[in-house]
């Protein structure tokens, strides 16, 4: 089974909502979580690294006021998307990494469409 | 910093034929080098990963890769491909420690045919 949960998997807002989109580690605590974007066809293109009790830390390019993550707990961390606009229409992943595999675990995805 | 180069945006190939994905990959330091594969609208799955030891590293679905210092390359073959392999193919690496950060390369779309 899943051991990184990514909720929702599809989401449709309107122009200027914001939208919260949910990334957990089931089985392991994870203090650090990763947000990537995908754009269709392309490849992954890391967002932030969120930091357990701490701000996290944004890629050059990336807006924080627009991409708010929260990671308020061990197993728990939020991208909020500020008013999103179209071009925010995007398939955004989370990623969680457990030490005791030597490996990262990926979420489903969440399919994000700003009409 | 790394970079990670897919050479083949698109990789065509008939049923039970076998196949190579190639990989190269730039870093100054140690790495640790992934493949993951991702099928339509879901997130990623590890084929396999190359941490340190044997160079030649075996994987889920029949999948290996080899890792190749001197031509900083970590191509990825299957022997005999089914219909179901069908999917995007990511080569990624990690300087930090094998729970960091990926960088991806720009993915290797493998098309099976019957």
């Known amino acids: 089974g899943a051991v990184v949960s990514q909720h929702p998997s599809w989401v449709i807002c309107k122009s200027g909502t914001s939208v919260k989109i949910e990334c957990r580690s089931l089985?392991?605590?994870?203090?650090?979580m990763f947000w990537y974007r995908q754009f269709p066809k392309q490849s992954l293109m890391l967002m932030a690294t969120?930091?357990?009790?701490?701000?996290?830390?944004?890629e050059q390019g990336v807006e924080k006021d627009k991409f708010l993550i929260n990671h308020a707990s061990l197993t728990l961390s939020t991208l909020t998307v500020t008013s999103a606009h179209p071009e925010d229409s995007s398939f955004y992943i989370c990623s969680a990494g457990d030490p005791r595999a030597s490996k990262a675990f990926f979420g489903q995805g969440t399919r994000l469409t700003v009409v | 910093a790394q970079s990670v180069t897919q050479l083949d945006s698109q990789v065509p190939v008939f049923e039970e034929a076998p196949v190579e994905l190639r990989c190269n990959y730039s870093?100054?330091?140690?790495?640790?080098l992934f493949w993951y594969v991702q099928y339509p609208n879901q997130g990623l799955q590890l084929l396999l990963k190359?941490?340190?030891?044997?160079?030649l590293v075996k994987g889920i679905n029949g999948f290996e890769a080899e890792f190749n210092k001197s031509q900083t390359s970590f191509h990825l073959r299957k022997p005999s491909v089914h219909i179901s392999d069908t999917a995007e193919y990511f080569c990624a690496v990690s300087a930090e420690t094998p729970t960091d950060k990926l960088i991806f390369g720009t993915g290797t779309r493998l098309q099976v045919f019957p």
């Open positions: 870093s100054s330091v140690s790495v640790y």
């Open positions: 190359y941490l340190s030891g044997s160079t």
């Open positions: 969120s930091n357990e009790g701490s701000k996290a830390t944004y």
């Open positions: 089985d392991f605590q994870a203090t650090t």
